[in-house]
């Protein structure tokens, strides 16, 4: 979770804005394996319930991660 917070931090991935509702937020949790069964390693994200967001008021924008396809014609 450290590694997480660093990582968000580093990128600034988040700005500091004037407080108008809390939005809850959780911890999802993965353990990555290798092709033979034993531990990778283990990944940790905090992802917001966007599901009691309100647009206008709690956001403006939106953010969806996208796959960059590497060597295909697209």
Same mark, same amino acid.
């Given at each position: 979770?450290?590694?997480e917070i660093s990582t968000i931090e580093a990128n600034q991935t988040w700005t500091l804005q004037p407080l108008? $509702?809390?939005i809850d937020s959780t911890w999802v949790y993965k353990v990555k394996y290798h092709p033979d069964g034993s531990i990778e390693h283990?990944?940790?994200r905090v992802v917001a319930k966007g599901?009691? $967001?309100?647009?206008?008021i709690d956001?403006?924008?939106t953010f969806a991660s996208v796959a960059?396809?590497?060597g295909q014609d697209v």
């Open positions: 979770m450290g590694k108008k $509702q809390a283990y990944k940790a599901y009691n $967001q309100i647009e206008d956001l403006n924008e960059k396809l590497i």
